[in-house]
């Protein structure tokens, strides 16, 4: 008898079990897709940014032009 209640209650559990990975797969989804929408000032901003500042270090802004050559 009680080989059939773990039966039942495992018959019972699985389909809950998969319907709760179905409803946080449903919950974190749009999440990802609205981080991966807003996030394109994030990192890749920085990056652009700190390669600007980089280049400013390495060659510094003159105050008057450079003379042609040709």
């Known amino acids: 008898m009680t080989r059939l209640l773990r ?3 495992g018959l019972f559990v699985v389909p809950l ?3 709760g990975y179905a409803g946080l797969t449903g919950l ?5 897709a609205l981080r991966s929408v807003f996030r394109r000032r994030g990192r890749r901003q920085r990056l652009v940014d700190l ?3 980089a280049a400013e270090r ?4 003159r105050s008057e032009p450079l003379p042609a050559t040709a």
């Open 58 to 61: 390495l060659l510094p802004a």
């Open 51 to 53: 390669q600007a500042l």
């Open 28 to 32: 974190i989804l749009p999440l990802v």
């Open 7 to 9: 039966a039942g209650l």
């Open 17 to 19: 079990v998969v319907a």
